[in-house]
């Protein structure tokens, strides 16, 4: 796969270290959190993205005053990055699919990136739309993804490898359409995904180091939507992301 070359416009969207309150929730279930730097990790060779089931995972989070991305659209170092891409599939399942109600999942929700390399990540999510609250809705804008978009391909549950109507190139959603996040605030990536559809994108990766993720919308129980796999601490709406 040739390597993309363009770069993403600047956004909003804004990457920190501080620990935070989701603004807007009105119950003080809604988790703080501190997101940790990330921690370098040993040069390895370059590796696809690990297969298999939910693992465990660091909590992570980032408010959404906090993030941010630079001009060139990306934290990561690119200057030696890699001629062709990586894939990175992921799925989204729902908790009834796994005979885990409430507990939405990432599967896998640890990978591995090589470093310096162009990578296409494809989201294919089963799941329902949960709307990002009040105060959250910097979420549903695409940053750190090359070009600044994201396509979306709505798909029948039933057929999720079909697609069940036309494919749009977007750089943002409805907050109200919202069904998950995919947010590294460490390499400044935010990418919201839709309901019942296969969602791509494209980022370039760094130097070797290793980065939280989690999602930003509030998908779990409770009345604030931070229970459940929100509040779990072995995978689900949180993993980690090693770039090596």
């Known amino acids: 796969m040739t390597r993309f070359t363009s770069r993403p416009t600047a956004i909003a969207l804004l990457l920190g270290a501080a620990a935070f309150s989701l603004a807007g929730c009105a119950s003080t279930d809604a988790p703080s959190w501190s997101f940790p730097p990330a921690v370098p990790a040993t040069p390895a060779p370059a590796a696809q993205a690990q297969a298999g089931g939910i693992m465990t995972a660091q909590a992570a989070a980032v408010h959404p005053a906090s993030l941010t991305r630079d001009a060139s659209g990306t934290t990561a170092s690119t200057s030696t990055a890699a001629t062709s891409a990586t894939r990175l599939d992921l799925t989204i399942v729902t ?139 072995s995978g689900y709406m949180e993993g980690t992301l090693t770039v090596a």
């Open 95 to 233: 908790g009834d699919m796994i005979g885990k109600t409430e507990f939405p999942a990432y599967v896998p929700s640890d990978f591995t990136l090589p470093a310096h390399s162009t990578v296409v990540v494809t989201i294919t999510n089963f799941d329902d739309a949960t709307p990002l609250p009040k105060g959250s809705e910097v979420y549903a804008n695409a940053a750190g993804v090359v070009g600044g978009t994201f396509t979306v391909t709505p798909i029948d549950p039933k057929d999720p490898n079909g697609s069940a109507g036309p494919t749009q190139t977007l750089a943002s959603l409805n907050p109200a359409k919202v069904s998950h996040t995919f947010t590294v605030p460490g390499l400044g990536i935010n990418v919201p995904i839709a309901a019942h559809a296969r969602v791509s994108f494209t980022i370039t990766t760094g130097d070797a180091g290793t980065f939280s993720w989690r999602c930003m919308d509030p998908c779990g129980a409770g009345p604030s939507g931070w229970g459940t796999a929100m509040a779990a601490k």
